[in-house]
């Protein structure tokens, strides 16, 4: 029997067009709204932030497929194609008849699949003649590949980092100046808005939504500035659908297709990066695959949250999205899947949730590094905390096809390695660790913060 470990492309086989699923989906998700008029976001709207590309990007569609430039393509070719591998160790460790693969987006200069979209967004930048980046960050993956790419593309980047983040872990915080970005601990002195933050709390320690306001108020107040977010909206998933792409041919090299397509999720880009591509069989030609997003149940919007227009930061300075949320000031306990920590789900997967296309699931945090550990000492590779809720999700299914003896074949995303979150492991491992349970009430609480539309 040929047991082949890895699927790997030629790098003439890599796919040069991204899916954009919004053509396909029989019900088109509906449109985020101006937060000043209420009205119909337009992309011209989003240009103020973001460069033209994407915000075009972000409303479309018609267009199902969307050219990679030639510049991004030759970029993509430093680390992809990634491999497919099938985690015959883990089988085996579960006694389990599924077979399970997965695809392996921790294997590029990054560590994770976030460089897949950071690329595009610093080439549409500086093609539109843009000369600086700005964004945010939390754990720091997001920032590290923003600072490479803006690099590759001559940009100028700034990062803002949650304060007590950048100061806990600083591994990323280096990553990001050793690729040449300006680093800043958020608040700070920098911004109107950080300003205005320490004068009423001057023991501030950050999050991501400080760090958001002083990211859009550099973009929106410095000449050819552009911000850059890497999950969350259309056009970041779009640029992931590399992931799902390059899957479905590595899949066919193995002789299978998959009966179930699971992911992590924070924002989702990761999730329909992998889900979409398949998603379009099922869409177009009915083919019966379950998609899995495994979200950590501290942050639960895809179970428990409601399906409302609601903003995308805590400030509430982004368009109202509708989208399933647990209310734009939810405060997650501080897990650490920092990745996974978003208050809601990206327009595109609420409506894919709405029409029953897909589900959720929950995963406590100590399953998920139960999970994250048995996948280390099997497969030999340890995974980010966030890519932990996948394999735990798997490792039910698995399970679940022990029980009943069905030979289902389960592909999951690994969004990222764990190499610089090893503080989190030795957390784990010395017992420190505990889950977050969350009551309706509290989200009740979070909920009645969401804006009344009339
Ligand atoms: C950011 C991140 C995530 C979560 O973001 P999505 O947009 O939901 O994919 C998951 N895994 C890793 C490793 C990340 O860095």
């Known amino acids: 029997m040929n047991k082949q470990k890895r699927f790997l492309l030629q790098e003439s086989d890599i796919p040069t067009q991204w899916y954009n699923i919004q053509a396909d989906m029989p019900n088109k998700p509906m449109r985020p709204l101006n937060p000043a008029t209420k009205q119909p976001l337009t992309a011209e709207d989003l240009a103020h932030i973001f460069s033209l590309e994407c915000s075009k990007q972000e409303l479309d569609t018609e267009h199902a497929w969307i050219d990679i430039p030639e510049e991004v393509l030759d970029m993509y070719k430093y680390y992809r194609s990634t491999p497919l591998v099938r985690a015959y160790a883990l089988e085996k460790a579960l006694d389990t008849p599924a077979h399970i693969y997965f695809k392996n987006e921790s294997v590029n200069p990054l560590g994770s699949h976030k460089i897949n979209s950071a690329l595009p ?50 591994y990323r915080g280096i990553l990001m100046r050793t690729f040449g970005a300006n680093v800043t601990g958020s608040p700070s002195m ?68 998959p009966d179930m397509v699971i992911a992590c999720f924070g924002g989702g880009s990761n999730f329909g990066g992998i889900a979409f591509p398949f998603m379009r069989h099922t869409i177009l030609e009915g083919r019966k695959t379950e998609y899995i997003a495994a979200e950590p149940s501290s942050c639960p919007k895809l179970t428990r949250g409601e399906f409302r227009y609601d903003y995308g930061d805590e400030a509430g300075y982004t368009p109202l999205l509708p989208m399933f949320t647990l209310g734009h000031d939810f405060k997650p306990a501080n897990i ?109 609480k979070y909920l009645a913060g969401v804006p009344k539309l009339d």
Not at 428 to 433: E, I, P, S, T, V
């Open 190 to 257: 920098s911004t109107r808005a950080g300003k205005d933050i320490i004068t009423r709390d001057p023991n501030n320690s950050g999050s991501l939504g400080t760090a958001i306001s002083e990211a859009i108020e550099l973009a929106t107040t410095t000449p050819n500035c552009k911000y850059a977010l890497g999950s969350v909206l259309n056009h970041v998933a779009l640029h992931q659908t590399i992931i799902g792409l390059e899957a479905e041919k590595q899949m066919e090299m193995a002789g299978e297709y």
């Open 121 to 170: 967004q610093c080439y549409y930048c500086r093609k539109e003649g843009v000369t600086n980046v700005t964004t945010e960050t939390g754990a720091g993956q997001w920032g590290a590949a923003l600072s490479y790419a803006a690099k590759v593309f001559g940009l100028e980047a700034a990062v803002y980092q949650v304060k007590i983040t950048l100061q806990q872990k600083p």
């Open 336 to 444: 650490h899947a920092g990745g996974l920590r978003y208050h809601g789900a990206g327009v595109i997967i609420s409506q894919l949730i709405k029409d029953g296309m897909m589900h959720g699931v929950d995963i406590p945090q100590l399953e998920s590094f139960k999970a994250g550990l048995l996948f280390s000492r099997t497969e030999g590779i340890v995974p980010a905390p966030e890519s932990c809720h996948a394999i735990a999700a798997t490792i039910r299914e698995a399970n679940r096809c022990k029980e009943s003896g069905e030979q289902k074949v389960i592909l999951f995303n690994l969004s990222g390695h764990g190499l610089i979150d090893m503080p989190s492991y030795d957390s784990y491992l010395n017992g420190d660790l505990s889950d977050y349970n969350i009551s309706d009430e509290e989200i009740r």
